[in-house]
């Protein structure tokens, strides 16, 4: 139980376009999902967490206008980059929790490589 | 704040041989301690967790996790390392006030395990 399934896997796109990842819980609802990017070699830095229904909470640092989140129910959420450039180039990973005292799960990961 | 330490890039250690990956933690309140693996271009797999009880926690795979408060840390081992065990290994923290659920990442530690 307790599957994240995140698409694409990987993507490769042109500077300046846009690129949608879906997060989905398949078998639980979540009421919280986080948005997480890993750089080579490093550890994962949280984006954002969201919240089906509200508008989503970003750390400190990651642009709102650039990495559009939304939660539009409790089993999807959806990373947009927008106007992508080389330097958003990363390895992106979504999480999901299903109560209080569980544990993450995490999607396989989306590899976004902006040419 | 939260944070997590790995002192450890890598950790090498012979088959058969236990392995240690050290991790120590910081929270203001009580902690929920989580160990995750990670294996290449994939995302996190959820290992074992430390909430409340014995201090030893036994997850997945072989692997165990002892809790020590005074010490603040949540040393993941396993008394006899496969080579299949090599990837690289997350251990996690959430504050147990914290409704936001947001869970802070060490850096992680690269386990190579050799034939």
């Known amino acids: 139980g307790a599957v994240v399934s995140q698409h694409p896997s990987w993507v490769i796109c042109k500077s300046g376009t846009s690129v949608k990842i879906e997060c989905r819980s398949l078998?639980?609802?979540?009421?919280?999902m986080f948005w997480y990017r890993q750089f080579p070699k490093q550890s994962l830095m949280l984006m954002a967490t969201s919240n089906e229904g509200s508008k989503a909470t970003y750390e400190q640092g990651v642009e709102k206008d650039k990495f559009l989140i939304n939660h539009a129910s409790l089993t999807l959420s959806t990373l947009t980059v927008t106007s992508a450039h080389p330097e958003d180039s990363s390895f992106y990973i979504c999480?999901?929790?299903?109560?209080?005292?569980?544990?993450?799960?995490f999607g396989n990961g989306t590899r976004l490589t902006v040419t | 704040a939260q944070s997590v330490a790995q002192p450890e890039d890598q950790v090498n250690v012979a088959e058969g041989n236990p392995l240690t990956v050290k991790c120590t933690y910081s929270?203001?309140?009580?902690?929920?301690l989580f160990w995750y693996v990670q294996y290449p271009n994939r995302g996190l797999q959820f290992l074992l967790k430390?909430?409340?009880?014995?201090?030893l926690v036994k997850g997945s795979y072989g692997f165990e996790a002892e809790f020590n408060k005074s010490q603040t840390s949540f040393h993941l081992k396993k008394p006899s390392a496969l080579v299949s065990d090599s990837a690289l290994y997350f251990c996690?923290?959430?504050?147990?006030?914290?409704?936001?659920?947001?869970?802070?990442f060490g850096s992680g530690t690269r386990l190579l395990v050799r034939p």
């Open positions: 078998d639980f609802q979540a009421t919280t």
């Open positions: 929270v203001s309140g009580n902690p929920y």
């Open positions: 996690a923290v959430r504050d147990m006030g914290d409704s936001s659920y947001k869970l802070i």
């Open positions: 999480s999901a929790i299903q109560g209080h005292n569980s544990p993450l799960h």
């Open positions: 430390y909430i409340t009880g014995d201090n």
